[in-house]
């Protein structure tokens, strides 16, 4: 059974760090990209990034509203990747969710498995 | 980049057929595939339909998708409507460096 868990969630001041875990089962880690995805309270999905398996460079792409304060890593040997988030803002509040693509790249694929999603609020 | 823009709400009834639209900004809908996704309340969302038109094992064929190039958009069609396909559906599409997501849905079913 394919499985993806977030953790590291929870209560942060603006302007701090918070670092999420994404640990997966099931499949093969290493194969696939692996998306953030937020939601805000109330909100409808937003994507946050992700990171292309080490097969397509295991390079990253970002939303333009995260892009240079959040960075996704992955470590293939533990099948866990990353979200390190920076000078966080109230208007980062969100439940974010882990989601690997149906390959590698992440181009002309679909969010295929989703994890249940951890909640972050920054407030003060 | 692009937008995809849906229908706020619907509602139908049960056993009625629904069709949800999602309308690109710019550049072509048949360009890159479309995927629409299911979210009911409390829940991850969960595929229904990827690359345009396909379902996933396990999803009933009582859903479907489609593009139209002339007005640029695609569409989730659900027929016979259960009280369980009650959720907020979202369209998503990319390009070469970026995810898009719809605004998202909500459907009725009463």
């Known amino acids: 059974e394919v499985q993806l868990v977030e953790s590291g969630g929870g209560l942060v001041q603006p302007g701090r760090s918070l670092r999420l875990s994404c640990t997966t089962s099931g499949f093969s880690f290493g194969d696939y990209a692996l998306n953030w995805v937020r939601q805000a309270p109330g909100k409808g999905l937003e994507w946050v990034g992700f990171i292309r398996s080490k097969g397509y460079g295991g390079t990253t792409e970002y939303a333009a509203s995260v892009k240079g304060r959040f960075t996704i890593s992955r470590d293939d040997s533990k099948s866990i990747a990353y979200l390190q988030m920076n000078s966080l803002k109230s208007e980062d509040t969100a439940v974010y969710y882990c989601t690997s693509c149906s390959g590698g790249s992440c181009y002309a694929e679909h969010f295929r498995h989703w994890g249940q999603g951890t909640l972050v609020t920054v407030s003060a | 980049n692009f937008m995809l823009t849906q229908p706020h709400f619907l509602s139908e009834s049960p056993g009625k057929t629904v069709t949800i639209s999602c309308t690109r900004s710019?550049?072509?809908?048949?360009?890159?595939?479309v995927q629409w996704y299911q979210q009911r309340p409390g829940s991850s969302p969960t595929t229904v339909i990827y690359e345009d038109k396909q379902r996933p094992s396990g999803v009933p064929d009582r859903f479907s998708g489609s593009i139209d190039s002339s007005s640029n958009s695609a569409s989730l069609t659900i027929s016979g409507l259960k009280t369980e396909d009650e959720a907020v559906y979202y369209c998503?599409?990319?390009?070469?460096?970026?995810?898009?997501f719809g605004g998202g849905t909500r459907l009725t079913v009463l």
């Open positions: 998503q599409s990319y390009d070469d460096t970026s995810q898009v």
């Open positions: 710019s550049g072509s809908i048949a360009t890159n595939y």
